[in-house]
């Protein structure tokens, strides 16, 4: 019997859409976050998980052409063109990132959020940074456009996210959603300093039925130290949160949680007054205790994750033993809790977990 060849022949190669279905099948796009925001490797990790199925064109034939293809196309950089005219003049038809850093791409405005719809259909998560000064083309009304006029699914901003930015994303059925809580103002000398959100409440986001992943961020010289609501009160469908505070901040963590019945995972980068000289100690600092009563108060979590332990916390939580300095720390049964080699900075951490206490007697 003769074998027959399964080499697709001329003329017979699968569609450009069929391949790509076939790609996202395999290996679907994430937009949830995996590590604190300041990490490079976060930045890069968010960057492939919308460039791992890209596939704007076939380079072989059939099914053989899975193993060649051209991997881009699904993240559009702002930085790259020069104008709106120059990044409309190209075709995007399987872009779902748009990530811009305005300090660079000057071009990116209120207008061009309204607009990127039609020249990225497929638009799922934006992204937007801008690290040198204020920056004031990006207000309310753009982000309520982009939110009207497309289905977003993921959405980052690392700089000025005032009140009404924070009401306007929060009418987005947000699957994924990182936020730098701090406001960039103009200093002395032409410089910028960085400032507390004076109105940091996200109680816009009170209950929202689809976000699943959150990660926020605090920079400023001051925090909502004695601010208990600058959270809400619940987020039922909470999978994933990430907080950092900045080493110039201060942080009130004994309020910090709202309820989240559903989540899993928690990743915490506390630098929490690392270089604030001069001034009081911050208050409620993220101490053993506090970090327990914590993971106690979220019934479904599994893993804790700890990048950074502050400054405060390692110089007056450690106990001495055979020449050794360590900090202990508790953990309920069934939540991991683990740490990052240099987050004690040289020294050992001790994890005990709890005793599950013993069912009642019927």
Same mark, same amino acid.
């Given at each position: ?21 076939? *790609? ?18 976060? *930045?890069?990790?968010?960057? &492939? ?9 076939? +380079? ?7 193993? %060649? ?8 950089? $702002?930085?790259?063109?020069?104008? !709106? ?31 990127? %719809? ?11 940074? @801008?690290?040198? @000064? ?23 901003? !690392?700089? @000025?996210?005032?009140? $009404? ?37 996200? &109680? ?14 605090? #920079? ?18 909470? /999978? ?29 980068? =506390?630098?929490?007054? =690392? ?8 208050? @409620? ?6 970090? %327990? ?16 332990? +502050?400054?405060?916390?390692? #110089? ?5 033993? &055979? ?5 202990? !720390? ?8 683990? #740490? =990052? ?12 977990? &709890? ?5 009642? =007697? /019927?």
């Amino acid at each position: 019997m003769a074998i027959m060849d399964p080499t697709p022949k001329r003329g017979q190669e699968l569609p450009e859409e069929l391949l790509l279905e076939i *790609c996202e099948y395999l290996h679907p796009a994430r937009y949830e976050d995996e590590a604190a925001l300041s990490d490079y490797d976060y *930045c890069a990790r968010r960057r &492939d998980s919308h460039r791992s199925v890209a596939a704007v064109r076939m +380079a072989s034939r059939g099914l053989r052409g899975l193993l %060649h293809m051209t991997r881009a196309a699904r993240v559009v950089n $702002a930085n790259a063109y020069r104008s !709106y005219a120059e990044f409309a003049a190209e075709a995007h038809p399987y872009a779902e990132l748009f990530e811009a850093k305005l300090d660079c791409a000057q071009w990116v405005n209120d207008d061009v959020l309204g607009l990127l %719809h039609t020249v990225m259909p497929r638009l799922r998560a934006v992204c937007l940074n @801008g690290d040198n @000064g204020p920056i004031d083309r990006i207000t309310s009304r753009g982000v309520r456009a982009l939110i009207e006029s497309t289905k977003i699914e993921a959405y980052h901003q !690392y700089f @000025g996210v005032n009140s $009404a930015i924070r009401h306007a994303i929060a009418a987005a059925p947000l699957t994924t959603l990182s936020l730098k809580l701090t406001l960039s103002v103009p200093g002395p000398q032409g410089s910028s300093i960085l400032v507390a959100d004076p109105d940091g409440s996200l &109680d816009a986001f009170e209950n929202h039925p689809t976000l699943k992943h959150l990660s926020l961020a605090f #920079f400023g010289y001051t925090a909502p130290e004695s601010r208990v609501d600058w959270l809400p009160e619940c987020l039922p469908n909470l /999978e994933t949160l990430s907080i950092q505070v900045g080493f110039r901040s201060s942080f009130n963590w004994n309020s910090a949680l709202p309820f989240c019945p559903s989540l899993k995972k928690l990743i915490i980068d =506390d630098q929490c007054g =690392d270089v604030v000289v001069g001034g009081p100690a911050p208050l @409620g600092v993220l101490t053993p205790r506090t970090l %327990h009563q914590l993971l106690a108060g979220l019934p479904s979590l599994q893993t804790c994750h700890v990048t950074h332990v +502050a400054s405060i916390v390692r #110089f007056s939580c450690w106990t001495f033993h &055979d020449d050794e300095r360590f900090i202990r !720390y508790r953990t309920p049964p069934g939540v991991s809790l683990t #740490f =990052d080699p240099s987050a004690t900075r040289g020294v050992r951490v001790v994890v005990d977990v &709890d005793i599950a206490p013993p069912p009642l =007697d /019927e």
